[in-house]
């Protein structure tokens, strides 16, 4: 009974615009995992929630990286719609060595770039904000060119925002990025098993 009056508190102290933010943030990703392009205009919505949310904890490089997620949003609609018409669903490519190489370099030089620049502002967390920012940069271009890997690099970010998100008292955001870990590790397999019978 105990643990039912302390979850009814919990709930009562819960933010209606992080609950919204959460369900289509989950829904979205769920939907990319499962290769369902209405991912993309239900992450326009959750993302347009969490520049408020961000903005409002401090988190400026989250809150930066929504306004990006909001034009990679429509070009994934974009990218996505535009499959060949002899396919059902726009193919899954593999990163190449090429592609990981520049995003190493864009990663570390982003991060000390904005680090440098968030740690003479009230931003909590400059530095690791601004790797998980580039790491997401980087994750989203590959979602939305609909590379295979990208679900790897989300799996490693999604641990650290959990971490982040418990720290700040978002903790329905923490949750969803527990959830987003165990989605993006059923869209790696998921994709690597539509990869797969392509090559056939």
Not at 24 to 31: A, D, H, M, N, W
Not at 64 to 81: I, R
Not at 113 to 140: E, M, R, V
């Amino acid at each position: 009974m105990q643990i039912i009056h302390t979850l009814q508190q919990w709930w009562q102290h819960q933010n209606l615009l992080e609950v919204v933010g959460v369900i289509t943030g989950l829904l979205c990703v769920y939907l990319a995992a499962i290769n369902n392009i209405w991912n993309w205009p239900i992450a326009v919505i959750s993302v347009g929630i969490y520049i408020f949310i961000f903005y409002d904890t401090h988190l400026y490089a989250d809150m930066g990286l929504q306004f990006y997620f909001m034009v990679m949003n429509f070009y994934g609609w974009y990218f996505w719609s535009r499959k060949p018409a002899s396919d059902k669903k726009t193919p899954v490519l593999r990163i190449t060595n090429k592609e990981i190489l520049i995003s190493t370099v864009a990663i570390v030089l982003f991060t000390i770039i904005l680090g440098s620049g968030l740690k003479y502002t009230t931003a909590s967390y400059p530095y690791l904000d601004s790797f998980c920012t580039a790491c997401s940069l980087i994750a989203q271009v590959f979602l939305a060119r609909k590379v295979l890997e990208n679900w790897l690099i989300w799996i490693f970010v999604d641990i650290i925002y959990v971490g982040v998100y418990i720290f700040k008292h978002l903790d329905l955001t923490a949750i969803m990025y527990a959830i987003y870990v165990g989605i993006a590790l059923l869209g790696y397999i998921d994709w690597k098993k539509e990869y797969k019978k392509q090559e056939v």
